[in-house]
């Protein structure tokens, strides 16, 4: 690890312990050569996945959340950075739910941020989205607004 200080190549590891629950170890680490000490921590990264309704798993692609989105929200007024933050907490919200996630529950999860954000682009989504068995079923979605 290169020191943040100097940019020395090589730091030493003086001390190094896992947290309680044991998923990530934090090293304090002394240059030597100008001596200062800083911290790093290690931690494992999961990849997110995704369950089909049949059952496959697939990565989760943020470019295709993302194109979804951009797309219930074509021609409304939102702007690039306003579409990037909702994106962005519809995906913090996803991770949160686990390593592996069904795919109904993303749709849930973009609805129910996009009924709050837009009632055009929730109905879009939607109707895209849910796969409607019948038109009684948006009907209701509709009338639920
Ligand atoms: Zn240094």
Redesign the pocket.
């Known amino acids: 690890m290169v ?6 190549q090589e ?1 030493n590891v003086v001390d190094s312990r896992k947290n309680n629950e044991g998923n990530s170890i934090r090293r304090r680490r002394e ?6 000490r800083f911290t790093t921590y290690e931690k494992a990264e999961i990849g997110l996945f995704v369950q089909k309704r049949s059952g496959e798993l697939q990565e989760f692609n943020y470019e295709k959340l993302f194109k979804g989105i951009e797309n219930a929200f074509g021609g409304l007024d939102l702007n690039e950075k306003q579409l990037k933050t909702l994106v962005d907490n519809i995906y913090n919200e996803i991770k949160e739910k686990g390593a592996k996630i069904k795919s109904e529950v993303i749709g849930e999860t973009v609805l129910s941020h996009l009924k709050e954000t837009n009632k055009v682009a929730y109905l879009r989504f939607a109707s895209v989205y849910k796969e409607f068995s019948d038109a009684s079923d948006f009907e209701k979605e509709v009338a639920e607004l």
Request: hydrophobic share 10%; glycine share 0%; proline share 15%.
């Open positions: 020191c943040p200080y100097c940019n020395k730091t240059c030597p050569k100008c001596n200062l």
